[in-house]
């Protein structure tokens, strides 16, 4: 399932950047989603392909969180530490 999956979003980011580009901005939400999922996947096999995805998504939605945190686990980054629970 999860390698159809993969197929719809690599035909669909196909459809609306080469073969329909002006596609691309009525389908910006679907875009960003698909790279990130397109990324999330390919972290197991190919974490160099993972961060091209997640590049992509920032370069369309410079403040989504997902591709931010994500890059930063690949890249090796620390994740922004928790605050402490206050004490009562």
């Known amino acids: 399932m999860q390698k ?3 197929n719809f ?3 669909f980011v196909t459809l609306v950047t080469v073969t329909k580009p002006e596609k691309a901005t009525p389908n910006l939400k679907n875009l960003v989603e698909s790279y990130n999922y ?3 996947a390919a972290i197991p096999t190919d974490k160099e392909k993972a961060k091209e995805y997640f ?3 920032l ?3 410079p403040q989504n969180a997902y591709a931010t945190q994500s890059l930063q686990q690949l890249n090796g980054s620390p994740a922004p530490a928790k605050k402490a ?3 009562k």
């Open 4 to 6: 159809n999956l993969q």
């Open 38 to 40: 397109l990324g999330a």
């Open 85 to 87: 629970p206050i004490k």
């Open 9 to 11: 979003y690599e035909k």
């Open 59 to 61: 370069a369309l939605d």
């Open 55 to 57: 590049n992509k998504t």
